[in-house]
């Protein structure tokens, strides 16, 4: 059996199909927003799993047990993030390539840094993630008519607010 790849499945129309009282204008927007934090899920997830495995130093084992938790969250997050997406009639980006295209968080650099920096580089992007998604927050409730996703957001921002606070308890008091 040869699979046709020409068959193309057209997301606008999947988009239309959808009836839930958000216009297809409104959710096209959404669901490019909420691929964008995808992507940005995405990059703190593989951040955060690669600290886990390379974390060094008198902090060993209480980081690379919070990272575990850490990312793992983050992996939820990011299902729930991508099924809102197909909630919408959108399609969710699921590819390396994409996620990379579409984050606006900074790769990690190839040389490791020592402990403290990977928990100061993880707190700062976790308050860029923050601090973009009360601004979405705002615009799907109040210009583009979804609570659902605002609500949504909400709960990832409060997942994110935690982990800040988390990673600031480490850089606060003594130095290690
Ligand atoms: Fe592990």
Redesign the pocket.
């Known amino acids: 059996m040869t699979l046709n790849t020409d068959v193309k499945v057209d997301v606008n129309q999947e988009l239309d199909f959808v009836n839930i009282g958000i216009t297809t204008d409104n959710r096209q927007h959404i669901v490019e927003e909420l691929n964008n934090l995808l992507a940005d899920e995405h990059m703190l997830y593989t951040k955060t799993?690669n600290f886990?495995?390379n974390v060094t130093g008198p902090m060993f084992a209480s980081l690379?047990l919070l990272f575990?938790e850490q990312y793992n969250s983050l992996q939820e997050t990011a299902d729930e993030i991508a099924e809102r997406v197909r909630m919408l009639g959108g399609e969710a980006i699921g590819t390396l390539t994409l996620f990379l295209e579409r984050t606006r968080l900074p790769e990690s650099p190839l040389d490791q840094p020592n402990a403290r920096t990977m928990v100061g580089r993880l707190l700062e992007d976790h308050e860029s993630v923050i601090n973009q998604l009360r601004q979405d927050i705002d615009v799907c409730t109040n210009r583009l008519d979804d609570v659902g996703t605002a609500d949504l957001l909400t709960g990832v921002m409060r997942m994110h607010e935690k982990i800040a606070w988390m990673l600031r308890a480490h850089l606060q008091g003594e130095a290690w």
Request: charged letters at 40%; glycine letters at 0%; a neutral charge.
């Open positions: 799993r886990h495995w690379h575990e």
